[in-house]
């Protein structure tokens, strides 16, 4: 076997199992702040800052990943992204006191920030466009997993261990992912690296980290609306002083004329807006399964289970699918199949058969796993080589605020139909839920308009839907040509 066949083997395990461990971080701890606040001594409301120092941490260092790779190599920089999140988790595990606990975890999601834009880097660079969905179709499925399996886990390990324990299972994983990664992860690095864009940096890490932190808290209504709209505004300002300033620099962090790119443009946008209704989910579902149901907390984390097999089952299929129809058609299909899935949330009630649920279950994890292996492909059908770390960034950075978005708006959606009714209501906060999954199926499908601008050639070079691009192509020549 020849080294490039080499790489090409493992290196999709390498990222997978470092994605993974992020993506489940990213949830995990949630199901803890109530045992962690008791061992701590605060209140669980003062440890929200141990998740949204995460989250900040994250929006904050994604947009330098891509320069970071470029300047000193990619398999430095995953190596050391990795090692850094281990040794924040044991950090976080040790941690005696709120601040410590806050300050590890800061350093957990930089960490974890440098591991998903680099490895997509690594296998866009590895893999010929013929062969990256399938690639990509591999890495996929952590991210669509962890979120799901972290409060199931969590729940778990709390109720049998400690909540120290959440944090020491990264220690295992991270040590076997930065073998993996010093044994088959290919260094690639610009020759040429461009200087690091500081004014950039500072204005678009401040803009993006307040923008994510105003939907943390005001997503569970914790701050006043003239507040919130103030903070709005600056945040708004200090992102349209970098676009500003993206026009006049001659290497700004984020090459914003990157949307230029018709696939990536559309992938990227119609994936925020797609994301908008997807990523309400992991809020909406627990509370329909917990309050609205009255499930204990592990048997709300089972139903979680049947997405994360589903999204599974599909990686074995999305090529062939996507080879059949193509990206436009399987895009625009599956984002109105996705909407109708969470529709049917809303007939959800205690009396609902388990199967039902499951079966609901089943067909969200399906097209979801459909839905982003062809958003996250197609992204870079028409990108070059040489701007797939930008691209990589840009497309992590939109990635992170769109997950942001879609939780506040599952927690104002559901807020502004309960109104002032208080949450002990079970029928009729059963209802407010069930408005909220109509309102976020509903802007699910809308979002399918953004693909309808896709060509039937468009992503053939990755799908291999090479009969679909030949046929359009020979539709689109003069018979004179």
Not at 153 to 182: C, D, H, K, Q, T
Not at 192 to 218: N, T
Not at 252 to 263: G, Q
Not at 367 to 381: E, G, K, W
Request: some cysteine; hydrophobic content about 50%.
């Amino acid at each position: 076997m020849s080294s490039s066949d080499f790489t090409k083997r493992y290196l999709p395990w390498v990222v997978a199992t470092a994605l993974f461990m992020e993506q489940l971080d990213s949830t995990i701890v949630n199901t803890a702040v109530p045992t962690m606040a008791v061992s701590l001594g605060v209140t669980p409301l003062s440890l929200k800052s141990v998740v949204t120092s995460y989250i900040l941490s994250l929006a904050v260092a994604i947009p330098v990943s891509g320069w970071m790779a470029d300047r000193f190599g990619t398999k430095r920089v995953f190596m050391s992204a990795i090692a850094i999140f281990t040794i924040a988790s044991i950090l976080c595990g040790l941690s005696v006191n709120t601040p410590m606990l806050v300050a590890a975890r800061l350093l957990q999601g930089f960490g974890a920030a440098m591991m998903m834009p680099v490895g997509r880097i690594t296998i866009i660079r590895t893999f010929p466009k013929a062969e990256l969905l399938s690639a990509m179709n591999f890495v996929i499925i952590p991210a669509l997993i962890g979120p799901l399996l972290g409060p199931t886990v969590g729940g778990l390990i709390v109720y049998w261990l400690s909540w120290r324990e959440i944090f020491f299972i990264n220690v295992p994983v991270g040590l076997a992912a930065i073998w993996l990664a010093w044994r088959y992860m290919p260094d690639y690095r610009d020759e040429q690296p461009r200087p690091l864009d500081v004014m950039g940096l500072i204005l678009f890490g401040a803009g993006i980290a307040l923008l994510s932190w105003l939907l943390e808290v005001f997503g569970e209504h914790r701050i006043d609306i003239t507040s919130a709209i103030v903070l709005f505004a600056i945040s708004g300002c200090l992102l349209l002083a970098y676009f500003l300033h993206a026009q006049r620099e001659e290497h700004p962090l984020l090459r914003l004329e990157l949307f230029r790119v018709r696939t990536f443009r559309i992938s990227v946008m119609g994936g925020f807006l797609t994301r908008l209704g997807v990523g309400g989910l992991p809020f909406l579902l627990p509370l329909l399964y917990q309050l609205g149901l009255g499930l204990p907390a592990w048997k709300s984390g089972l139903l979680m289970m049947p997405s994360a097999a589903a999204a599974m089952a599909m990686k074995f299929i999305s090529v062939r699918v996507l080879g059949r129809f193509g990206y436009r058609q399987v895009l625009v299909v599956n984002t109105v199949l996705i909407g109708v899935t969470i529709s049917l949330y809303s007939f959800v009630e205690a009396g609902t058969p388990l199967y039902v649920i499951v079966a609901i279950s089943l067909c969200l994890g399906f097209f979801n796993s459909l839905q982003f292996s062809s958003m996250n492909s197609i992204a870079y059908a028409d990108v070059e080589q040489r701007d797939s770390s930008m691209a990589s960034t840009i497309a992590s950075s939109m990635q992170q605020l769109s997950m942001s978005f879609g939780l506040a708006a599952g927690s104002l959606i559901t807020g502004w139909y309960l109104g002032d009714v208080p949450q002990s209501d079970r029928v009729m906060l059963t209802s407010a839920l069930h408005y909220a999954f109509l309102t976020l199926a509903g802007l699910t499908i809308v979002s399918s308009a953004m693909f309808w601008s896709l060509r039937k050639e468009d992503g053939a070079s990755i799908s291999g839907s090479a009969k679909v691009a030949t046929a359009t192509t020979e539709a689109q020549t003069p018979p004179d040509a």
